[in-house]
């Protein structure tokens, strides 16, 4: 017998770390009946949740430049998970720089 292949799911959001697991945490314990889920550890970075039947899904964060990357991994919590996801903000990346043209006076010695 083979083991569960546990799913990663990933996502970007503008809001910071600490209230993205506070939302995890509301939305997964007002879940119905079997895929309700409350926490077990939490941390700065992550929150363990356990629901119905002892099933474990976790939701962990890292910062972006003016936002956060999360993660959800479960065995049976992958639908709850993608549903969580998408109730976040999406994450607009920084614009990038502009490129100073060859030539600039800018970038010329002195």
């Known amino acids: ?6 799913t990663l799911q990933e996502a ?8 993205v ?3 995890a945490v509301d939305f997964f314990a007002s879940q119905n009946g079997i895929y309700a ?4 550890k939490e941390g700065p970075t992550f929150v363990a949740l356990r629901g119905q039947g002892n ?4 939701i962990g964060v ?4 003016e936002g956060t990357r999360v993660t ?5 919590f992958d639908q709850q998970i993608a549903r969580f996801l998408s109730t976040l903000p999406p ?3 920084p614009p990038e720089p502009p490129a100073l043209a060859e030539g600039d006076a800018s970038t010329a010695a002195p």
């Open 1 to 6: 017998m083979t083991a569960p292949v546990r």
């Open 12 to 19: 970007a959001t503008a809001l910071d770390g600490a209230a």
């Open 21 to 23: 697991l506070a939302r």
């Open 37 to 40: 889920a409350f926490p077990e």
């Open 55 to 58: 099933e474990e899904l976790i």
């Open 62 to 65: 890292a910062p972006l430049p």
């Open 72 to 76: 959800g991994s479960s065995y049976l």
């Open 91 to 93: 994450y607009v990346a």
